[in-house]
């Protein structure tokens, strides 16, 4: 027995509709939420929930969920969509406002109608309106609203006030409904609703009689099966160099800025473990992380400006056919694109493979993906390796990425023998289209802020804790060993030097590796404190990178720069991994053999490098 | 006071370490709010 569902006015709505059709855009627009959004599909994997205010000052609870071609759904993502919107999980929603791409209406519109069989109040949604006259297109709203028997509004989400028409349709009553019934589509059923959004789209829209993207002429350089490689190591390559060389520049200005701030506390601090702390834990620990955000900033730029272009999905479809030498699909590209920033969302993106062993292959070599993270380290250890060198710098930069993809398709590829992935890619390319400025001034404010973030907590305060093992004296001090080695973090590295000796690692690196699990950058900043108490009080703002040039053998920095690639990932990682793939055993499968891979690659870097410069 | 404001300080960061990086159910407690898997960089995750 159901029961009649008469809500007046909605309170709870859900943003429905095909990947990359701009629902994530009109939920930021509507809500004033910051959530991630990109020019390709797959970007929302979970449902996000946040809180609009209608023109009548009425609170409505958004839901924006995961884009999904069909209510059929194949992967775990899609089936979020419809769990939510059939009430299976959670609430369900009063209102489904059906987001549908104006300018790919063809494609879209068999999602508006299997979401209209369901039965609950609908609202159509032409996202991307201004595209749609600059394309040639014209769409018929009125003979659409006819066919679908729907309400049909316009909407751009990328502009301030793009919404205005949905909002004010929030206002309107909802005539009653009953829940919605939900089974799987047969063959039959998929056709006939096939059949019926083609009717639908050639009564309602008229193409121009020749296209207007030139999104096609443009592929046939980018997608070109030699150039297109050639132009993809390019495009990587100009990334890193301006990483160095703008990079650089900007980070000196942060190195002085600390040296002043040093100087400043110790002109006005009497001497004591307060002024100690500052100086060389906080200053000297915090300063040799923040240095980096402006390389950070400069690499998150190069690759919103590419996301939001279009070409990252064109690069993922270059990358196929390698991928699936190794044995995984396409599918995997876009979850180990977003490891590049961090493996934790990269593994929950991994929802989007519907085949369980590419699923689990590529949560496994996510994290051999390089994370934001290890920039701070990479850029010190490479600065100290070529001194003013950016060319050089930034070709080890390269290389280190991609020794990382390299070995991640080797590891998949031995994970996969004898199991090829069936699934095959198929992935829709979104047309061309230059940055939005004002996307990319509130993604690198966004990542700016997170990196900030991290450095004034867990960042901060792993380095106190540092500072302090490497302040309070060790009980089983020795005679004629320096303050440092009779401390607590000195007894604690000399420990470690049994396990990390062999590959290189003198006691400062050994002990920065243990919170460095925690948080990457903490290696950077645990090693700025240590070189900070050694040396000169003076110098705490730009000493770390000197010492670290000076005082390091060759073969010791590139044995640490392997070990960044391959070592076993942050904590959060690990945790996320045992959540994704519901199994201990998974997640120590993947500490244990990023730890053999990193130790032994290091082992034979660090005496292969001895070799050579001895 | 440079000391006891140092010692403070320590313990503090020893805290709020171990508040997000010590499982919950090591101190048998349930933890509200976000921070129990630690701190990644810009994950958006609806924590269970």
Redesign the interface.
């Given at each position: 027995m159901t029961e009649a569902i008469t809500a007046i006015l909605p309170e709870r709505i859900a943003l429905l509709g095909n990947p990359n059709c701009g629902k994530t855009a009109l939920f930021n627009l509507l809500t004033g939420s910051r959530?991630?959004v990109a020019n390709y599909a797959g970007v929302t994997v979970?449902?996000?929930?946040g809180t609009l205010h209608t023109a009548e000052g009425r609170h409505v609870t958004v839901l924006d969920l995961p884009g999904a071609y069909s209510l059929n759904a194949l992967s775990g993502d899609e089936a979020v969509t419809r769990e939510v919107i059939t009430g299976q999980r959670d609430t369900l929603p009063e209102l489904l406002v059906c987001v549908a791409d104006a300018t790919n209406l063809r494609l879209h519109l068999r999602l508006v109608l299997e979401a209209r069989a369901l039965g609950l109040p609908m609202v159509v949604v032409l996202n991307k309106m201004d595209r749609v006259k600059k394309l040639g297109l014209t769409i018929d709203r009125a003979a659409l609203e006819r066919e679908l028997g729907v309400p049909v509004v316009g909407a751009v989400s990328v502009q301030a006030h793009g919404a205005r028409e949905l909002q004010a349709f929030l206002d309107r009553p909802l005539a009653p409904h009953r829940p919605p019934t939900w089974k799987n589509a047969t063959a039959e059923t998929v056709r006939a609703t096939q059949y019926e959004a083609h009717r639908i789209f050639k009564l309602a829209v008229q193409e121009p009689a020749v296209d207007a993207d030139p999104s096609a002429k443009i592929d046939r350089a980018i997608m070109h099966p030699v150039w297109g490689f050639v132009i993809l190591a390019i495009v990587l390559f100009a990334t890193f160099m301006a990483v160095f060389s703008l990079g650089d520049v900007l980070n000196g200005y942060i190195e002085d800025a600390f040296g002043w701030l040093a100087g400043l506390v110790e002109t006005h601090m009497?001497d004591?473990?307060?002024?100690?702390?500052l100086v060389e834990g906080i200053i000297g620990g915090i300063g040799g992380v923040i240095v980096f955000l402006p390389q950070i900033l400069i690499l998150f730029l190069f690759i919103l400006a590419l996301e939001d272009s279009g070409y990252l999905p064109r690069a993922a479809f270059l990358l196929d056919q390698p991928m699936s030498k190794a044995g995984l699909s396409g599918r995997s590209f876009i979850p180990l694109l977003s490891s590049f920033?961090?493996?934790?969302?990269g593994i929950?993106a991994t929802r989007t493979i519907s085949d369980p062993r590419d699923r689990l292959a590529t949560i496994l070599i996510a994290p051999l993906m390089a994370?934001?993270?290890r920039i701070p380290v990479y850029t010190l250890i490479i600065a100290a390796l070529f001194p003013g060198e950016p060319l050089a710098a930034a070709l080890t930069m390269v290389g280190l990425y991609a020794l990382g993809v390299v070995c991640a398709m080797a590891v998949a590829w031995v994970m996969k023998r004898g199991h090829r992935s069936r699934s095959t890619l198929l992935m829709e390319l979104p047309s061309y289209q230059w940055p939005d400025l004002r996307s990319l001034a509130i993604g690198l404010w966004?990542?700016a802020m997170?990196?900030l973030r991290?450095v004034g907590?867990?960042i901060?305060?792993?380095t106190?804790?540092m500072?302090?093992l490497y302040t309070i004296p060790s009980p089983r001090a020795q005679t004629g060993a320096s303050e440092l080695e009779n401390s607590l973090a000195g007894e604690i590295g000399h420990a470690l030097q049994h396990v990390f000796a062999p590959i290189g690692f003198n006691a400062h690196i050994s002990i920065a590796l243990v919170p460095g699990m925690?948080?990457r950058e903490v290696v950077v900043s645990a090693l700025g404190t240590a070189y900070a108490m050694e040396g000169d009080e003076d110098q705490v703002g730009a000493q770390l990178e000197a010492r670290i040039a000076t005082g390091w053998s060759t073969a010791t920095k590139l044995s640490l720069l392997i070990w960044m690639v391959f070592a076993p990932q942050?904590?959060?990682?690990f945790?996320?991994v045992r959540?994704e793939t519901n199994s201990w055993k998974q997640m120590w499968l993947m500490g244990g053999y990023l730890f053999a891979l990193a130790y032994l690659a290091s082992l034979i870097t660090y005496h292969m490098a001895s070799w050579l410069t001895a | 006071m440079q000391t006891v404001l140092t010692i403070l300080i320590v313990l503090a960061a020893v805290a709020y370490v171990a508040w997000n990086y010590v499982p919950a159910s090591w101190y048998g407690a349930k933890k509200g709010g976000g921070g129990s898997c630690g701190d990644c960089h810009g994950c958006d995750t609806v924590k269970e």
């Open positions: 959530q991630k979970e449902r996000k929930e009497a004591g473990l307060l002024r100690g702390l920033a961090c493996a934790i969302p929950m994370c934001s993270a966004e990542r997170i990196f991290r907590t867990i901060l305060a792993l106190i804790v500072w302090a925690a948080a942050c904590l959060s990682t945790i996320i959540r | -």
